[in-house]
C-alpha cells in the first residue's frame, strides 16, 4: 500500500525499526561468538571448513528454493515454495548411486539419467501450479512424498555406498587449499547471482514475485517465469544430489526430511536476515551456513544433541517473530 | 463429443476414479470387497480422518498447521506417561493426553496470534521444537511401552461398540461434532468468513484472533486424540510417529475442498478423500506388494488425484 | 498533421445486464491536454478499456493518427504509440528507480544487463522530460507518492515511442503540494508534442490543466467544452449530472439529538495529531481531506482497527478504548469501509450470508444457525434495499458496487447499529444506486443514528451533511456548518488554497 510521503513516520520510529532489523542478524552472531568462546576448537580453520563442507547441499537447495519464491512471491501458501527440491536431490542420488555402484552403469549415463528425472519432476510440478493453477506448496509437497516413494524402489529403501573417483575428489579434494566441494558451490552461487540480479531474465523473474500486476503491465508473462523456476528449482537438486552423495560417501534413505526443514530454514531466515525481508540469494546462502555453524558449534561445545534441534527452533522462532515484528513497526 | 466428455469428468471425474479403483482392486484380489474388508478400510482410516478433521478446519480459517504430528505424539506420550508414571486411570489419562495436544495448539496460536508469524513457519517451527522435546524425553526416540494398561484405554483401539470398532464410533462421534460446527453452526461460519476475507470479517466484527486461537487448539486437541487411540493400539507411545499423518491430512482436506462446490474445505469432502486414500492403502496392501513398491504407487496415486480434483474443479467454472 | 491523434467513434459495450458504453465517441487532438470527466459508471473506464485493448468493443471504430485499428489489442495500441498510467502505481517495493522505469524493456549487453546505462539514461529522463532529479539507484519504496507516480510515467515513455498518453486518475494518491510537481511533468509532456487523455474526479484540475473535455454520462459523450477556464466546472457539473446537484440530495435538515460520539486529542504519530470531534443522534458530520489528509487512518483509529498512541474517545459520555472492531460493533458502532471489496464484502460467500454476518446470534438458536430463517432476513432486508438481483443466494462478488455497497449497509441495518461510520460510502457506486445510497443515510439520520461521513467528493459532503471537518497534514484545519457552504469554499480548504476560517467556524463546534 504506498503511502503519502507526508505521512512517513518520524525518523524516531524508523531508529527503532532500524534496530530491530538488525536484531535477528546480531542474536545469531551473538550465539556463534558465545559458543567461540566456549566451545575450544571453534574458532578455527578445521571448524569453519567442517561447517562449510556440512552446508554444501543445503546451500545449493537453497539456491533453487529462493528462486522459486522470488518468481511466486513470498507468502508461503499461496506464493511461490517448493518443498520437493530435496526429494528431488534424494532421488537423483538414489539413481546415481543405484546405477554405478549396483549396476556398473557408467557415471555419465547415471548423471544423465538422474538430470532427466529432475527435469520431469520440475516440469511436473510447473505444469501443476502453473497450468492447473494448484497452490505451490500442497503441489510439491504431494510431489515430496511421491518421489520419495519412488526413490524406496530406486534403492529399495538401503544404503548405497558410492566409491567412484568424481564423487570423492567433491569430498576429499582441495581447490587452493580449500575442500572442493565449497569451491564448486561457490561457484555456483556467484553463477546463479549473476542470473538472477545481472540477466534481464533474472530481474524480470524477481519482477513477477514482486508484483505479478506491475509485471502484466509492463508485458510480462508471470506463468512463464514461475513455470521456469520450479524447473530451475529441480535442477538445484540435481546439482546438490552429488553433493549428497559426497557428505554420505553414498545414498543413504531418510536423509530427505532433514534436508528440507533445513532448506525452509535456511531460506526463511535469511529472509529475516535481509533488511528488507525478502528471500535473496545471499540470505540464504547465509542461513544455511549460520544454521551449520550453530549445530556444529553446539555439537563442539558437548551440547546433548537431542537438544540442538529445540535450541534451533526456538531461535528461529524467535528470528521470525522478531521479523514480523519488525514489519509491522514500519507499516 | 469433447463438450460431454467434458462435462461428464467436470461432475463425476473423481467418483469414476474412486469406482474404477473398487473395481480394479476387487479383481484383483476378491476379498477386497468382502464386509471384514470394507470395516478394515474404514477401521484403518480412522486416525487419519481424526488429524484430518483438525486440519480442515486450520485450513477453513486459511492457514495451514504442519505441527498436526506433534499433538499426536504428545496425546500419546502424555497419556502413556500419566497411566504408566502416575498410575492414572483410563479417563484421566486420556483427559492428559488431550490437554498435551492442547499445550501444541496454544503454542501455536500464540505464535500465529500474538507474535503474526505466519501459521506456515509458526507450525513449522512448533514442529522443530516438538519433535526435539520427545527426543529428550525419550533419550533419542525409543518407544515407551506400557503393556499393561487398563483395558479401557486398550478400548479405545481394540474394543466395540454394539460390534462396531470404538475407534471408528470416535472418529463418527467427532465428524458428526465437526459438520454441526463447521457447516451448520454460526461458528463455522464466522471460521468461514475468516479464512475467505480475513480484513472483511475483521471489519464486520468478528473476533477473529479468538476464532483463530480456538481453531488452532481445537485441531490440535483432536489430533491428540488421534494419539490416544494410536498408543492404546500399539500399548506404546513411539515418538515422531505423528509425522507420517501430515501430508495425508492435508491432501485430504484439499482433495475434499476440490469436491466442493466453492472450492472450500468441508468435512463431507475431508471424510470422502480419507476414505479414498484409505482405499488406495488398502488395495495395494491386498495386492501384495512390496513395501517400497507400496510407497511409491501410492504417492504418485497421491499426486495424479489432487492434479485430477483441481482439475475437475477448473472444468466446471 | 492529422486532426485527431485518436478518434473513438460510436463505440458500444455490454456487460450482463448493464449496457456500459453506449455509442459513444472521444476524440483527441494532437499536442492538447484531453480531460475525460463524468460520475462513476459513466462509461469512462470502460472507454479506456476499450482503447488499452481490455474490453473489446461490441460496436464503434477506433483510429489512432487517422488509421483504423482493428482489431484493438495491447499489442497493436502500445506499437501505436499509446501508453497508460494507470490509478495504481504497481511498482515492486524492493526494486530500484531503474529496475522499475526499465522492467520489461532492460537493456543488455553480451555479458547482461547494463545497469549503467540504464540508469543514466533514466536520469536523464526524469532531468529532461519530467524536470525532476530523480537517483536511479534508489529504492522505490524510498520514494514519495509523486516520485513513484513520475516513475511509472517514466516506465511508459522511456522507449520514446509515446504520442498519446492516458492519465487514469493520477492524483488520487497525491498530496496537493505533489500535484504542481505532476502538473508540471505533464506539461512538460504537452510541449514534447505528446497529447494525452487526463480522466480526473478532480474538476479543479480539469480546469486547471486540460485544453478541451468530454463529458461522459450514462454510457455517452454528452458534452465537449472546447475552451476551459476556472468558470465551466458548473457548466461540467450540469452535464455530467444532468440535472441540477440538488436533486442527487434528498437532505431536509436534521433535529439534533444527544450527543453520542466524542473524540478528543486523538493522535497517531506520522498521521494525525490532537484531533478533536463530535457527532450527536440525528446529526450526519462530514470530513473532509485529501488522500494523505489523515481522514483514513482517523476513521480506523476511530473503529479500532489502529490503535490511537494519545487521546480519549467516548461514547454515549462513557470512555471508551476499542482494540477491535469487534468492540466497536459490540457498542453499535459500525463502518462502512472505503475499500468495499477488500473490507466491506466476503466476496465469495452469498449475500445472504454477508447481511447476517454480524448479527448471527439472531439467526441462530443454540448456535445452530436456522438457514431460512437467515435466508428471510436478509430476502427482506434485500426488499428493503432494493439490492438487485434480489437472490439472497447469489455470490456478493458478482454484484455490482452499488448493490454490494448496499450489502454492506443491509448487513449494519441488520444489527441496529446507532454510530455509522461511512468511508467514501459512494465510491465507484453508479448515480442511480448513489441516490439510493444517499436516501438510506437520510433516512438513518432521521431515524437517530449519529453518521461521521468521510468522503473525498465535496458535493457529497455539502449536499448530505449539517457540518464539515476539514482535514489537512493530520489536522483539522477548519470546522464549518455545510449550509450556504460553496465547492469551491470547501476545495479551498481542504487544498489548503484559503487560510481564513469559514464564516460559521467554530460557532458550531461542540
Same mark, same amino acid.
Request: net charge neutral; no cysteine.
Given at each position: 500500500m504506498p503511502m503519502p510521503a507526508s505521512a512517513r513516520p518520524e525518523s524516531g520510529a524508523s531508529g527503532l525499526s532500524r534496530i530491530i532489523d538488525a536484531a535477528p542478524l546480531v542474536i545469531f552472531l551473538g550465539m556463534l561468538i558465545y559458543i567461540g568462546f566456549n566451545a575450544p576448537n571453534f574458532m578455527s580453520f578445521g571448524t569453519m571448513q567442517l561447517v562449510l563442507n556440512q552446508s554444501v547441499p543445503v546451500v545449493v537447495v537453497c539456491l533453487g528454493l529462493s528462486i522459486v519464491v522470488m518468481a511466486g512471491g513470498d507468502d508461503v501458501v499461496s506464493g511461490g515454495i517448493d518443498l520437493s527440491i530435496p526429494a528431488t536431490a534424494v532421488i537423483c542420488a538414489g539413481i546415481i548411486a543405484q546405477l554405478v555402484t549396483n549396476t556398473d552403469t557408467p557415471l555419465l549415463l547415471a548423471i544423465a539419467l538422474a538430470l532427466g528425472a529432475a527435469m520431469f519432476i520440475g516440469i511436473v510440478a510447473g505444469l501443476m501450479v502453473t497450468r492447473l493453477g494448484m497452490t505451490p506448496l500442497l503441489t510439491t509437497l504431494a510431489l515430496f512424498v511421491a518421489v520419495v516413494g519412488v526413490t524406496k524402489v530406486v534403492t529399495s529403501s538401503r544404503r548405497i555406498n558410492v566409491d567412484d573417483p568424481f564423487i570423492i575428489f567433491l569430498r576429499d579434494g582441495e581447490i587452493l587449499g580449500i575442500s572442493a566441494g565449497v569451491v564448486i558451490t561457490l561457484a555456483l552461487v556467484l553463477v546463479f547471482y549473476h542470473f538472477i540480479h545481472r540477466t534481464k531474465w533474472g530481474l524480470n523473474l524477481q519482477a513477477v514475485g514482486g508484483s505479478c500486476e506491475a509485471a502484466e503491465i509492463s508485458g510480462l508473462k508471470p506463468g512463464h517465469f514461475l513455470f521456469w523456476a520450479f524447473v530451475i528449482a529441480a535442477f538445484t537438486g540435481f546439482l546438490a544430489s552429488f553433493f549428497l552423495l559426497a557428505r554420505g560417501s553414498g545414498s543413504s534413505p531418510g536423509t530427505e526430511n532433514n534436508l528440507m526443514l533445513e532448506m525452509v530454514l535456511a531460506t526463511f531466515l535469511g529472509a529475516a536476515f535481509s533488511p528488507r525481508r525478502v528471500v535473496t540469494l545471499w540470505g540464504a546462502v547465509l542461513g544455511a551456513v549460520l544454521v551449520a555453524a550453530l549445530s556444529i558449534g553446539f555439537k563442539t561445545m558437548g551440547v546433548n544433541v537431542f537438544w540442538t534441534g529445540l535450541i534451533k527452533g526456538s531461535l528461529i522462532l524467535v528470528v521470525l517473530a522478531l521479523a514480523a515484528l519488525s514489519s509491522r513497526v514500519k507499516s | 463429443m469433447n463438450q460431454t466428455l467434458k462435462s461428464i469428468i467436470a461432475r463425476f471425474g473423481f467418483l469414476i476414479i474412486i469406482v474404477a479403483f473398487v473395481i480394479f482392486f476387487s479383481a484383483v484380489n476378491p476379498v477386497f470387497l468382502g464386509g471384514d474388508n470394507l470395516m478394515n478400510i474404514v477401521e484403518g482410516s480412522a486416525i487419519l480422518l481424526i488429524v484430518a478433521l483438525g486440519m480442515t478446519l486450520i485450513v477453513a480459517t486459511g492457514g495451514i498447521d504442519l505441527s498436526v504430528g506433534i499433538a499426536l505424539d504428545f496425546g500419546a506420550a502424555f497419556a502413556i506417561v500419566a497411566m504408566k508414571e502416575y498410575g492414572f486411570g483410563w479417563y484421566g489419562a486420556a483427559l492428559i493426553g488431550i490437554s498435551g495436544g492442547a499445550i501444541v495448539g496454544l503454542l501455536n496460536a500464540a505464535l500465529i496470534v500474538g507474535l503474526k508469524v505466519s501459521p506456515f513457519l509458526a507450525t513449522l517451527g512448533t514442529f522443530f521444537i516438538g519433535s526435539s522435546v520427545q527426543r529428550i524425553f525419550t533419550n533419542g526416540g525409543g518407544p515407551i511401552s506400557? +503393556? +499393561?494398561?487398563p483395558q479401557e484405554f486398550r478400548d479405545l483401539a481394540v474394543g466395540d461398540v454394539f460390534g462396531i470398532p470404538t475407534e471408528v464410533v470416535i472418529a463418527a462421534v467427532l465428524v458428526l461434532a465437526y459438520f454441526i460446527v463447521m457447516e451448520r453452526s454460526i461458528i463455522g461460519r464466522r471460521v468461514h468468513a475468516l479464512g475467505m476475507q480475513r480484513s472483511a470479517a475483521r471489519v464486520a466484527g468478528l473476533k477473529v484472533n479468538k476464532y483463530l486461537i480456538l481453531c488452532f487448539v481445537a485441531a490440535s486437541m483432536t489430533a491428540a486424540v488421534g494419539g490416544l487411540i494410536a498408543s492404546a493400539n500399539i500399548r506404546m507411545f513411539t515418538p515422531l510417529s505423528g509425522f507420517s499423518y501430515l501430508l495425508d491430512a492435508i491432501a485430504a482436506v484439499f482433495i475434499g475442498a476440490a469436491l466442493h462446490p466453492r472450492g472450500r474445505p468441508n468435512i463431507p469432502g475431508t471424510v470422502i478423500a480419507v476414505l479414498f486414500l484409505g482405499v488406495i492403502a488398502n488395495g495395494l496392501n491386498l495386492m501384495g506388494l512390496n513395501f517400497n513398491t507400496k510407497d511409491a504407487l501410492s504417492g504418485i496415486i497421491l499426486v495424479s488425484a489432487l492434479a485430477l480434483v483441481v482439475a475437475q474443479q477448473k472444468l466446471r467454472h | 498533421m492529422s486532426a485527431s491523434v485518436l478518434l473513438m467513434q460510436d463505440i458500444a459495450k455490454t456487460f450482463p445486464g448493464v449496457v456500459a458504453l453506449d455509442a459513444a465517441s472521444l476524440s483527441v487532438r494532437p499536442g492538447e491536454i484531453h480531460g475525460l470527466v463524468g460520475e462513476n459508471g459513466a462509461g469512462k473506464s470502460t472507454i479506456i478499456k476499450v482503447l488499452a485493448g481490455v474490453y473489446h468493443a461490441d460496436d464503434g471504430t477506433v483510429s489512432i493518427q487517422d488509421t483504423p485499428v482493428s482489431p484493438v489489442t495491447s499489442e497493436v495500441i502500445h506499437a501505436a504509440g499509446v501508453r497508460f498510467i494507470h490509478q495504481? /502505481? %504497481? /511498482?515492486? &517495493? %524492493?526494486?530500484?528507480v531503474t529496475e522499475s522505469v526499465f522492467m520489461g524493456q532492460e537493456i543488455t549487453t553480451r555479458l547482461g544487463l547494463s545497469r549503467r546505462l540504464m540508469c543514466a539514461r533514466a536520469e536523464t529522463f526524469f532531468r529532461d522530460v519530467l524536470d525532476v532529479e530523480i537517483n536511479g539507484d534508489i529504492l522505490i519504496r524510498d520514494l514519495g507518492t509523486a516520485e513513484r507516480k513520475l516513475v511509472q510515467i517514466a516506465r511508459a515513455l522511456i522507449d520514446d515511442q509515446a504520442r498519446l498518453v492516458v492519465f487514469d486518475? &493520477?492524483?488520487? &494518491? /497525491?498530496a496537493s503540494g505533489e500535484i504542481e510537481k505532476l502538473f508540471r511533468a505533464i506539461r512538460r509532456l504537452k510541449d514534447r508534442g505528446i497529447a494525452i487523455i487526463y480522466v480526473s474526479h478532480y474538476l479543479s484540475e480539469i480546469t486547471d490543466i486540460c485544453d478541451r473535455v468530454t463529458v461522459f454520462r450514462n454510457g455517452r459523450d454528452v458534452a465537449v467544452l472546447d475552451k476551459v477556464d476556472e468558470n465551466c466546472a458548473n457548466e461540467l457539473i450540469k452535464a455530467m449530472v444532468g440535472r441540477e446537484i440538488d436533486a442527487l440530495y434528498p437532505k431536509s435538515g436534521h433535529t439534533r439529538g444527544a450527543l453520542v460520539l466524542q473524540a478528543k486529542g486523538l493522535g497517531d504519530t506520522g498521521y494525525f495529531s490532537d484531533i478533536s470531534l463530535s457527532a450527536h443522534s440525528g446529526e450526519i458530520v462530514g470530513i473532509a481531506g485529501l488522500i494523505g489528509s489523515g481522514r483514513e487512518e482517523l476513521i480506523d483509529t476511530l473503529y479500532g482497527l489502529r490503535p490511537a498512541r494519545t487521546g480519549e474517545v467516548t461514547l454515549h459520555g462513557k470512555p471508551v478504548r476499542f482494540s477491535s472492531p469487534a468492540d466497536a460493533v459490540a457498542r453499535g458502532m459500525v463502518l462502512v469501509p472505503r475499500d468495499r471489496r477488500r473490507d466491506g464484502l466476503v466476496l465469495d460467500m452469498s449475500v445472504s450470508e454477508n447481511i447476517n454476518l454480524a448479527s448471527l446470534e439472531e439467526v441462530s438458536c443454540y448456535g445452530i444457525e436456522l438457514r431460512n430463517r437467515a435466508r428471510e432476513r436478509a430476502s427482506r432486508q434485500i426488499r428493503e434495499l432494493d439490492i438487485r438481483p434480489d437472490n439472497p443466494a447469489i455470490i456478493s462478488r458478482q454484484l455490482s458496487g452499488g448493490n454490494q455497497q448496499k450489502t454492506v449497509l443491509a448487513r449494519w441495518l441488520a444489527t441496529r447499529a446507532a454510530i455509522f461510520l461511512l468511508d467514501e460510502p459512494t465510491v465507484g457506486v453508479d448515480v442511480g444506486a448513489k441516490v439510493e445510497i444517499y436516501q438510506l443515510i437520510e433516512n438513518l439520520a432521521r431515524n437517530g443514528a449519529a453518521i461521521l461521513l468521510s468522503s473525498s467528493d465535496p458535493g457529497e459532503l455539502i449536499g448530505m451533511c449539517d457540518r464539515v471537518l476539514v482535514m489537512m497534514r493530520g489536522r483539522i484545519t477548519h470546522e464549518t456548518s455545510a449550509v450556504g457552504l460553496s465547492i469551491d469554499q470547501l476545495v479551498a480548504m481542504t487544498t489548503g488554497a484559503s487560510t481564513q476560517n469559514s464564516a460559521e467556524g467554530h460557532a458550531d463546534a461542540r
Open positions: - | 506400557h +503393556r +499393561r494398561m | 495504481e /502505481l %504497481h /511498482l515492486v &517495493p %524492493h526494486f530500484t486518475e &493520477p492524483t488520487a &494518491p /497525491l
